[in-house]
């Protein structure tokens, strides 16, 4: 997905451990957002920002935490992994009412 | 708070079928309707959307009209094709008139679909 870049692709963790997932974007969008997918449950809003300098919590924000010290730049971070956080995690940005998504990142707890 | 409901999968259908895939929702206001479709290994991709009641969004010979009455978005394709194998999510995104909702999506569970030849 041209725009919106996601790094790392895939992750192992062991449970405890921190790590921060990147979200980059070249369009310009002031509105930024961070979901999980799992099985069966479609995607859950985690936290979202509406511009550089501001985040706010989505559905699942606990064990999650985000910055967005840069406009095209939006972190995720989680600072004591468990294994409920193995999932699927995307970056996606806003223009026109419509969301452009990142490939994802899979990540493993273990 | 607001909430999307799709029909459960999977979905399994022969080559020139008639694709229906059902979704309902519920929201307060006037929400923004979409569907998005995610092959494997990848992200989500904007399928099509509405607006407004009565919209009819249409894309790669997908449709789906925005019913208000019975609170709907199907899915509909008249003859799909092996490629249209993946999972589609119906969505929404708050009350139309600028209100608070800065874009943020409900998604429902997604239904997978496969399509043999």
């Known amino acids: 997905n041209a725009g919106v870049t996601q790094t790392p692709k895939f992750r192992v963790l062991k449970t405890g451990q921190s790590m921060t997932l990147l979200c980059a974007q070249d369009?310009?969008?002031?509105?930024m957002y961070w979901y999980r997918q799992d099985p069966g449950m479609g995607l859950r809003l985690i936290h979202y920002?509406?511009?550089?300098?501001?985040?706010a919590k989505g559905e699942v924000p606990d064990g999650y935490n985000v910055s967005r010290l840069k406009k095209q730049n939006f972190l995720l971070g989680l600072e004591s992994a468990a294994p409920s956080q193995t999932s699927v995690y995307f970056c996606?940005?806003?223009?026109?009412?419509?969301?452009?998504f990142g490939d994802g990142t899979r990540l493993s707890i273990l | 708070g607001d909430s999307v409901t799709q029909m459960e999968g999977p979905v399994t259908l022969s080559e020139e079928a008639f694709l229906t895939i059902n979704c309902t929702y519920t929201?307060?206001?006037?929400?923004?309707l979409f569907w998005y479709v995610q092959y494997p290994g990848e992200g989500l991709q904007l399928l099509l959307k509405?607006?407004?009641?009565?919209d009819k969004g249409s894309n790669k010979g997908f449709e789906a009209t925005y019913r208000k009455e019975t609170t709907s978005f199907h899915l509909e394709k008249g003859s799909v094709q092996v490629s249209d194998s993946a999972v589609y999510f119906c969505?929404?995104?708050?009350?139309?008139?600028?209100?608070?909702?800065?874009?943020?999506?409900?998604f429902g569970q997604g239904t997978i679909l496969t399509v043999h030849p």
């Open positions: 996606a940005t806003t223009h026109s009412r419509s969301q452009h």
């Open positions: 369009m310009n969008h002031e509105y």
């Open positions: 920002s509406v511009g550089e300098g501001t985040t």
């Open positions: 929201a307060t206001g006037y929400p923004s």
């Open positions: 509405a607006t407004k009641a009565d």
């Open positions: 969505a929404l995104s708050g009350p139309n008139a600028g209100g608070t909702s800065y874009g943020k999506l409900t």
